[in-house]
């Protein structure tokens, strides 16, 4: 288990970390996320030991790692929001270099970087100098580099900016199975929609202080306890919105032309109920959306802002 405590970091007299107290369990996927300059890269250089905080500290299963880091960097693997590679040196030796870093050489060395090269799909590309990738295959070489020497736990700092869909979906779908797989996982970004994918556990972040944690559904709790469905019928019926009413007590349904709102508390499933109704006065319902409340909109709620401008 790694662990922030009280955790804070003044740049000259600017604090952009704040008292921040943080907790990654082994096998648990967490993520941070927060808007431009909330302090999440600071907080994780800081949860690696490659800087060191002004006041609180880090520990790597109850040992402060500002004492003695190496236990922890044996088993951790950091993925930095900077790519970091030697753009004239091909996909392989960019591994290589990084492996002897991590103490790695000779037959154990190659076997990892065979290894790695296929976790990261660039298994046929090793060969080519990486000044000729695109953004997705740097992006996924960087994420390599911090794999080689088989870390337990993985720290990736917005792995996905500014690459193609295609890139993004493979790399969020290869972590995915990395978490699977039961490594912990501490995920930054500030795409809602990755964390919800990948994370059991999500800490807010906004101007140098956590301002919410918890699951992906508490979080949500905090919205909202209402959950929306949006109809499309084929024909308007005052009987069809007199039964659903009638029917879903909690309910509140509100019809605009071919469009019907059902407002109801998020823990009911009235999906069933709604077609069974529908079924007995011959509506014909063509689309049906379940709207519940998304992390951005938690974000939206504590902050009074968007997560991204
Ligand atoms: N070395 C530094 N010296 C001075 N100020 C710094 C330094 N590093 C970061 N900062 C400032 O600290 C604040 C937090 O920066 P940080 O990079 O941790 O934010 P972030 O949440 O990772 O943002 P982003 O989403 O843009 O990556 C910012 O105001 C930034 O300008
Ligand atoms: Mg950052």
Redesign the pocket.
């Known amino acids: 288990m790694l662990q922030a405590i009280n955790l804070s970091k003044k740049?000259?007299t600017?604090e952009?970390?704040k008292q921040v107290n943080m907790e990654m369990p082994a096998g648990e996927s967490i993520g941070l996320i927060?808007?431009?300059?909330?302090?999440?890269?600071?907080?994780?250089?800081m949860l690696s030991s490659l800087i060191i905080p002004t006041s609180g500290e880090v520990l790597w299963d109850g040992k402060s790692i500002t004492k003695d880091p190496d236990p922890l960097r044996k088993k951790l693997g950091v993925v930095p929001?900077e790519i970091a590679l030697y753009p004239e040196l091909s996909a392989r030796e960019n591994l290589a270099f990084f492996g002897r870093i991590y103490g790695l050489k000779g037959e154990l060395l190659e076997t990892r970087i065979t290894e790695v090269l296929m976790k990261i799909g660039l298994s046929d590309r090793q060969r080519d100098i990486v000044k000729t990738f695109s953004g997705g295959m740097k992006r996924r070489l960087n994420i390599g580099a911090a794999l080689l020497h088989r870390p337990s736990i993985l720290i990736m700092?917005?792995p996905t900016v500014g690459i193609d869909p295609q890139s993004r979906a493979y790399i969020l779908e290869t972590v995915k199975q990395f978490v699977e797989e039961g490594m912990s996982l501490l995920y930054?970004s500030?795409y809602m929609e990755e964390v919800e994918l990948l994370c059991d556990k999500v800490y807010i972040?906004d101007q140098?202080e956590i301002i919410a944690y918890g699951t992906k559904e508490e979080l949500k709790e905090l919205v909202s306890s209402n959950q929306t469905i949006e109809l499309r019928v084929n024909l308007v019926n005052a009987n069809f919105e007199k039964a659903l009413t009638n029917q879903l007590p909690t309910a509140i349904v509100r019809t605009e032309e071919e469009l019907l709102t059902i407002s109801m508390p998020k823990n009911e499933e009235p999906l069933a109920t709604i077609f069974a109704i529908a079924a007995e006065n011959n509506v014909v319902i063509t689309a049906a959306i379940v709207k519940v409340p998304s992390l951005e909109d938690v974000f939206l709620h504590l902050t009074g802002k968007a997560l991204r401008d």
């Open positions: 740049f000259k600017k952009v970390v927060g808007p431009n300059g909330a302090g999440k890269s600071t907080t994780i250089s929001q700092d917005e930054t500030h972040m140098g």
